[in-house]
T-cell receptor
Framework: RKEVEQDPGPFNVPEGATVAFNCTYS??????FFWYRQDCRKEPKLLMS???SGNEDGRFTAQLNRASQYISLLIRDSKLSDSATYLC?????????FGAGTRLTVKP | SQTIHQWPATLVQPVGSPLSLECTVE??????LYWYRQAAGRGLQLLFY??????ISSEVPQNLSASRPQDRQFILSSKKLLLSDSGFYLC????????????FGSGTRLTVV
């Protein structure tokens, strides 16, 4: 079993749609969690840290469920510019583990 | 503010040739440093990480090696490249503490021919 698993995707949605990504992790000792965004042929960039109480940043909402060991990312009112691959990241003591990513395409 | 520099951006190398990719971080001290590789259409694979000078941990035994001769410098090397070494190589740094995320360099796209 992979340490971090994400929805395989791809997700193709119209502009204005709400889309949710899920991610599960296997190491119950993991302490911090993140969502990264990676555009085609570019480096991943931090989108959001995921806090235990859940957090929101504009159209983006991240949730953490420690009991079930899953993390989610909700994007409301999708924009064309949201098209990218979204990576779920789980922290270990000295390094972080990445999910394989879920590709999102927002269409006009 | 902290910045991370990685070069070159693109590299085409013949099979059997050596490799040296360099990464430097500015604006911080004693960072954790990482090398990742991403094959085309695939996820990120951790290759090496370092928590201090000359302290390197390898995740994947292969023909690559890493060195950290200075606190904010991380180098990825190979003596003889294989075709399977082609990919997108990313350097990253993270501050101390489990609640820091990674910041990535802009990456090196390596094609071995």
């Amino acid at each position: 079993r992979k340490e971090v698993e994400q929805d395989p995707g791809p997700f193709n949605v119209p502009e204005g749609a709400t889309v949710a990504f899920n991610c599960t992790y296997s190491n119950s000792a993991s302490q911090s969690f993140f969502w990264y965004r990676q555009d085609c042929r570019k480096e991943p960039k931090l989108l959001m840290s995921v806090y235990s109480s859940g957090n929101e940043d504009g159209r983006f909402t991240a949730q953490l469920n420690r009991a079930s060991q899953y993390i989610s990312l909700l994007i409301r009112d999708s924009k064309l510019s949201d098209s990218a691959t979204y990576l779920c990241v789980v922290n270990r003591i000295d390094d972080m583990r990445f999910g394989a990513g879920t590709r999102l395409t927002v269409k006009p | 503010s902290q910045t991370i520099h990685q070069w070159p951006a693109t590299l085409v190398q013949p099979v059997g040739s050596p490799l040296s990719l360099e990464c430097t971080v500015e604006g911080t001290s004693n960072p954790n440093l990482y090398w990742y590789r991403q094959a085309a259409g695939r996820g990120l694979q951790l290759l090496f990480y370092s928590i201090g000078i000359d302290q390197i941990s390898s995740e994947v035994p292969q023909n690559l090696s890493a060195s950290r001769p200075q606190d904010r410098q991380f180098i990825l090397s190979s003596k003889k490249l294989l075709l399977s070494d082609s990919g997108f190589y990313l350097c990253a740094w993270r501050g101390r503490g489990v609640y820091y995320g990674y910041t990535f360099g802009s990456g090196t796209r390596l094609t071995v021919v």
